[in-house]
């Protein structure tokens, strides 16, 4: 079986290793490939048969991609794979071209195999790219060339709003992958423990991915911009021992943070604190790992007070970290400045796909 995980851009080398350490624990046999045809944000995974012992004994064969639906932090998507290829030139075609060779390559696969004619099915697309067609067109496309195989066993039954399967057809740059769906409708990264909606917050994934590159050993923890809980609550979500804070400068974020926490079952493992972070070392002593997104100033605030807050954070920040710290912005000049300045050292930089940008990660000691 193949499948074809999503993820945000620029974590993918984080998913890899979440999947491989994953499938190790399945003692299956698999090989793992990184943006599958060049394609950011997606894993593939050739993945063997896995097979579990229910309680009266009997051999079973073990559903991966439910596995991995559950266990997953970092993967937004599940999909099992029915083909991929490269479509050149598709960019450029004229839309009545470029669909029809879509319709045809999706008219050859043995779509009967993924399901039932009795059950019934939608197409969900995905695009990315120059192209004179639209999601909507592939939608279409896919749906009937996929019906008029099914056409073929019986009458199939089309359930837009909600589908038994679900096949998930994406086009991104030139490359067309068909594949169906386990996730179902809502990505993984919108957690079922998020009651309070910040308008700035972070894909859960995502604060999963700055977790790793944080690497915390069990010792204190601190989200110095906590906003919504996203952070902390997945923190305390993979079991840490450790001392974890969220802290806050709005008493309304601050509340749904706790709200957040609460829902998901870990109010007790988090000490929320309202406070400015500009004020750090008055509400911690010693922290040995921070983890944050910055305030940008995009949704938040005024865009001209960021580099001043940042440098003022930064030299508090100084006074309290012991070991690592991790933070994203969009606003590379103010926080390289603050972080140079304030005496820390960029340990690591990379860019990760938020919200339709790409935002800078820094890792600094
Ligand atoms: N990661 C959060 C989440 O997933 O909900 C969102 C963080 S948001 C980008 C930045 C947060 O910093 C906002 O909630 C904002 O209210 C808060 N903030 C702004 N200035 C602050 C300050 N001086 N001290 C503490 N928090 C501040």
């Known amino acids: 079986m193949r499948l074809l995980l999503t993820t945000s851009q620029g974590i993918e080398d984080l998913a890899r290793a979440e999947l491989e350490s994953l499938l190790s624990g399945l003692g299956v046999p698999f090989r793992v490939e990184e943006k599958p045809l060049g394609v950011e944000g997606r894993v593939l995974a050739e993945i063997g048969e896995a097979f579990y012992t229910d309680e009266k004994g009997r051999k079973r064969e073990l559903s991966v991609s439910t596995y991995l639906n559950e266990r997953s932090r970092l993967l937004h998507r599940v999909i099992v794979e029915i083909a991929s290829g490269r479509f050149e030139g598709i960019g450029e075609e004229e839309p009545e071209r470029a669909l029809k060779r879509i319709e045809e390559f999706v008219s050859g696969l043995p779509v009967e195999r993924y399901v039932k004619v009795s059950e019934s099915f939608a197409v969900r697309s995905f695009r990315k790219g120059e192209h004179r067609i639209t999601s909507i067109d592939v939608s279409?496309?896919?749906?009937?060339?996929?019906?008029?195989?099914?056409?073929?066993?019986?009458?199939?039954?089309?359930?837009?709003?909600?589908?038994?399967?679900?096949?998930?057809?994406?086009?991104?740059?030139?490359?067309?992958?068909?594949?169906?769906?386990?996730?179902?409708?809502?990505?993984?990264?919108?957690?079922?423990?998020?009651?309070?909606?910040?308008?700035?917050?972070?894909?859960?994934?995502?604060?999963?991915?700055?977790?790793?590159?944080?690497?915390p050993d069990g010792s204190p923890f601190i989200d110095p911009f906590c906003g919504s809980g996203t952070i902390p609550i997945e923190l305390a979500l993979r079991g840490?021992?450790?001392?974890?804070?969220?802290?806050?400068?709005?008493?309304?974020?601050?509340?749904?943070?706790?709200?957040?926490?609460?829902?998901?079952?870990?109010?007790?493992?988090?000490?929320?604190?309202?406070?400015?972070?500009?004020?750090?070392?008055?509400?911690?002593?010693?922290?040995?790992?921070?983890?944050?997104?910055?305030?940008?100033?995009?949704?938040?605030?005024?865009?001209?007070?960021?580099?001043?807050?940042y440098m003022d954070f930064f030299s508090e920040l100084a006074k309290v970290l012991e070991k690592r710290g991790v933070f994203i912005t969009t606003e590379k000049r103010a926080i390289e400045k603050a972080i140079t300045e304030n005496g820390f050292e960029i340990k690591h930089h990379r860019l990760i796909g938020h919200g339709g940008l790409m935002v800078h990660a820094y890792v600094i000691e």
């Open 240 to 309: 840490y021992a450790g001392r974890i804070i969220g802290l806050e400068k709005y008493r309304k974020h601050l509340r749904g943070a706790e709200m957040n926490a609460l829902s998901a079952g870990v109010l007790e493992r988090i000490e929320f604190i309202l406070g400015d972070a500009t004020r750090l070392s008055e509400y911690v002593d010693s922290v040995d790992f921070a983890v944050s997104n910055l305030p940008y100033g995009l949704k938040i605030g005024r865009k001209s007070a960021i580099p001043r807050l």
């Open 140 to 215: 279409k496309t896919v749906g009937k060339a996929i019906f008029e195989r099914l056409e073929r066993f019986g009458t199939p039954r089309v359930n837009l709003d909600h589908p038994a399967v679900i096949f998930r057809a994406e086009l991104i740059g030139e490359v067309f992958f068909l594949g169906v769906d386990t996730t179902g409708d809502s990505s993984l990264h919108k957690r079922p423990w998020r009651v309070y909606d910040h308008p700035a917050h972070l894909k859960a994934s995502i604060a999963n991915a700055l977790i790793e590159l944080a690497k």
